[in-house]
């Protein structure tokens, strides 16, 4: 049957609007080009980050924008006109993230106030005030005390602030590397950022790591400072004494000569017990150095440490093994406790392995324990 001319001139208009139909869902899939201001209104409500897609108009409503940024306060960032130009509704961004600063108008990266709040919250938004700010010595200090890197974005005058620079290394010591060069050579500076943070020795000028006093007040805060220290000040057997003194931690660092000394380790005992963990193991391992240990110091104390080491301590060989336990026996002490039906007396280093039944009478925990304690070579069958 032929077609009339009416049916095909309706045809074109039909297959337009289908593609325009098809065209518009393809490009706004969820219909937010066909939502009115109430409903654009309530999913900002609902979700602040709606107002990244909302209409022009919206981005200058201040109670519309005041609700987001009370969501999330980088949603200033969406803000435009008179919502951006309100003093109020800037300040509560900043005040919740002081890094919003940056979406703030000029007239208001001037203002004392919002500035001051801003830097509070996050030192590092210094960066995005005024120059006038940048210079003004309150601010900076306010800066500085909540991120010691902040003092980078300082005026260059500023940064020579000696009282600044202290604030600034001992809240964060890496605010070192942007003191200007005869600030980091003040040896007051340099102490106070390797208290901070001993990541800072690898600013430090070469002069400090032979410097005593610098490298003594840095271990204090962490033992690892002394493998930052010349290697002279390293092999001086004085200076590696006061350090043991100050934190026996930092003798597992020092040069493996001295570790290996048998006298040496003897004196760093004297000034502190716990050196012994950090000796060489051919050192810790000896039976006869044990001995002699426990022929200087026989109060009771020293001789249950020499037990309890002897006992907890994993040789690497099966020669240093047998060392360790027949150190024990000298010591007067067993591997375990004869007394228990379960932990019987240990002949070597890896037999008297307890059965089931034995461990099973000690409950769950006592039994999870000894089947699979690391010290055991052992697994139980089945």
Same mark, same amino acid.
């Given at each position: 049957?032929?077609?009339?001319?009416?049916?095909?001139?309706?045809?074109?208009?039909?297959?337009?609007?289908?593609?325009?139909?098809?065209?518009? @869902? =393809?490009? !706004?899939?969820?219909?937010?080009?066909?939502?009115?201001?109430?409903?654009?209104?309530? &999913?900002? /409500?609902?979700?602040?980050?709606?107002? #990244?897609?909302?209409?022009?108009?919206?981005?200058? *409503?201040?109670?519309?924008?005041?609700?987001?940024?009370?969501?999330?306060?980088?949603?200033? &960032?969406?803000?435009?006109?008179?919502?951006?130009?309100?003093?109020?509704?800037?300040?509560? %961004?900043?005040?919740?993230?002081?890094?919003?600063?940056?979406? %703030?108008?000029?007239?208001?990266? *001037?203002?004392?106030?919002?500035?001051? +709040?801003?830097?509070?919250?996050?030192?590092?938004?210094?960066?995005?005030?005024? @120059?006038?700010?940048?210079?003004?010595?309150?601010?900076?200090?306010?800066?500085?005390?909540?991120?010691?890197?902040?003092?980078?974005?300082?005026?260059? @005058?500023?940064?020579?602030?000696?009282?600044?620079?202290?604030?600034?290394? #001992?809240?964060?010591?890496?605010?070192?590397?942007?003191?200007?060069?005869?600030?980091?050579? *003040? /040896?007051?500076?340099?102490?106070?950022?390797?208290?901070?943070?001993?990541?800072?020795?690898?600013?430090?000028?070469?002069?400090?790591?032979? *410097?005593?006093?610098?490298?003594?007040?840095?271990?204090?805060?962490?033992?690892?400072?002394?493998?930052?220290?010349? !290697?002279?000040?390293?092999?001086?057997?004085?200076?590696?004494?006061?350090?043991?003194?100050?934190?026996?931690?930092?003798?597992?660092?020092?040069?493996? +000569?001295?570790?290996? !000394? =048998?006298?040496?380790?003897?004196?760093?005992?004297?000034?502190?017990?716990?050196?012994?963990?950090?000796?060489?193991?051919?050192?810790?391992?000896?039976?006869?150095?044990?001995?002699?240990? %426990?022929?200087?110091?026989?109060?009771?104390?020293?001789?249950?440490?020499?037990? %309890?080491?002897?006992?907890?301590?994993?040789?690497?060989?099966?020669?240093?093994?047998?060392?360790?336990?027949?150190?024990? &026996?000298?010591?007067?002490?067993?591997?375990?406790?004869?007394?228990?039906?379960?932990?019987?007396?240990?002949?070597?280093?890896?037999?008297?392995?307890?059965?089931?039944?034995?461990?099973?009478?000690?409950? =769950?925990?006592?039994?999870?324990?000894?089947?699979?304690?690391?010290?055991?070579?052992?697994?139980?069958?089945?």
């Amino acid at each position: 049957m032929p077609r009339s001319e009416g049916s095909r001139s309706a045809m074109p208009s039909t297959r337009c609007s289908i593609f325009s139909v098809w065209f518009r @869902k =393809r490009r !706004d899939p969820w219909g937010l080009v066909a939502m009115n201001s109430a409903r654009w209104r309530d &999913a900002i /409500r609902r979700d602040w980050r709606a107002l #990244q897609l909302a209409p022009p108009e919206l981005h200058a *409503d201040v109670q519309l924008v005041r609700h987001a940024v009370i969501q999330d306060a980088r949603a200033l &960032a969406f803000a435009r006109g008179a919502a951006l130009e309100d003093r109020d509704l800037v300040l509560a %961004a900043v005040r919740a993230n002081g890094s919003t600063l940056r979406y %703030a108008p000029m007239e208001l990266k *001037d203002d004392t106030q919002v500035v001051a +709040e801003a830097v509070q919250k996050d030192g590092m938004a210094l960066q995005f005030a005024s @120059k006038r700010m940048q210079e003004d010595m309150a601010i900076v200090a306010q800066a500085v005390a909540q991120n010691g890197l902040a003092l980078s974005f300082a005026h260059r @005058k500023l940064r020579k602030n000696p009282s600044l620079a202290m604030s600034a290394v #001992q809240q964060n010591g890496l605010a070192l590397r942007v003191l200007p060069p005869e600030l980091c050579l *003040d /040896r007051d500076v340099v102490l106070a950022a390797l208290r901070s943070n001993v990541q800072t020795q690898q600013y430090v000028d070469g002069v400090f790591k032979g *410097d005593p006093y610098i490298i003594l007040g840095a271990i204090q805060r962490n033992a690892d400072s002394l493998r930052f220290a010349s !290697d002279e000040l390293r092999r001086d057997r004085n200076f590696v004494l006061k350090a043991v003194e100050r934190d026996v931690k930092c003798f597992a660092v020092a040069p493996s +000569e001295l570790r290996r !000394d =048998r006298a040496f380790v003897h004196e760093c005992m004297a000034k502190n017990f716990m050196a012994l963990e950090y000796a060489a193991p051919e050192v810790r391992e000896d039976t006869g150095f044990l001995a002699e240990v %426990a022929a200087k110091d026989s109060s009771p104390l020293r001789t249950a440490y020499l037990r %309890a080491f002897a006992m907890r301590f994993r040789p690497s060989t099966s020669e240093s093994r047998s060392r360790v336990e027949s150190a024990t &026996a000298t010591l007067g002490g067993v591997s375990r406790s004869a007394s228990s039906p379960s932990l019987r007396p240990r002949t070597s280093w890896a037999s008297s392995r307890p059965s089931v039944e034995e461990t099973c009478q000690f409950g =769950r925990r006592r039994r999870r324990v000894a089947l699979f304690h690391p010290q055991l070579k052992w697994r139980p069958e089945g």
